[in-house]
T-cell receptor, first 112, second 119 residues
């Protein structure tokens, strides 16, 4: 049973516009959420995280929003750049543990 | 070297072969992980080592055998694999809660992966 879901396998966005990637989770015990970015032939790299005590965390062009009641989080990238084209994985964990649950990823293509 | 390094990057093996994947982390972390990434599937956690002790084994077949000789090195020994085991195997490390518990202090740092093909 998949506890973290990314229902959109792919997304295309024009350069300069906003990219919104979505993620849903089922386990209400999760209290730490992360986004990873993965280029082909490379391992995932950490992008941004959010603790369940917050509903928003911003880092430059990247903002993660958390809606605990809906068990939903989203990653906003604005403005989108061609170099942002990659696969984005959502992950969740319990803050007192060290097991991370990943979604299937969303492939973002930013069109110049 | 910095970060998490994995060798080999690519491996092709027959079903009767025995091979090993190696991972080394230079981040001073105390936890190391093996993940499997198959096409169109989430990253699947295989094994977790915390302070060199295996703390998680997510129902992984015995043809995969992990070894963690110290907190910086992690191996995945492979024997009599099946073609469906072909995947990208990712090693990761993190600074996990101490032996007395406590909050997780950081995210996972991944290596570049070992692309395994079983013929």
């Amino acid at each position: 049973d998949q506890q973290v879901k990314q229902n959109s396998p792919s997304l295309s966005v024009q350069e300069g516009r906003i990219s919104i990637l979505n993620c849903d989770y089922t386990n209400s015990m999760f209290d730490y959420f992360l986004w990873y970015k993965k280029y082909p032939a490379e391992g995932p790299t950490f992008l941004i995280s959010i603790s369940s005590i917050k509903d928003k965390n911003e880092d430059g062009r990247f903002t993660v929003f958390l809606n605990k009641s809906a068990k939903h989080l989203s990653l906003h990238i604005v403005p989108s750049q061609p170099g942002d084209s990659a696969v984005y994985f959502c992950a969740a964990s319990r803050n007192t543990g060290n097991q991370f649950y990943f979604g299937t990823g969303t492939s973002l293509t930013v069109i110049p | 070297e910095t970060g998490v390094t994995q060798t080999p990057r690519h491996l092709v093996m027959g079903m009767t072969n025995k091979k090993s994947l190696k991972c080394e982390q230079h981040l001073g972390h105390n936890a190391m992980y093996w993940y499997k990434q198959s096409a169109k599937k989430p990253l699947e956690l295989m094994f977790v080592y915390n302070f060199k002790e295996q703390t998680e084994n997510n129902s992984v077949p015995s043809r995969f055998s992990p070894e963690c000789p110290n907190s910086s090195h992690l191996f995945l020994h492979l024997h009599t694999l099946q073609p469906e085991d072909s995947a990208l195997y990712l090693c990761a490390s993190s600074q996990a809660p101490g032996r007395s518990g406590g909050a997780h202090t950081g995210e996972l740092f991944f290596g570049e992966g070992s692309r395994l093909t079983v013929l």
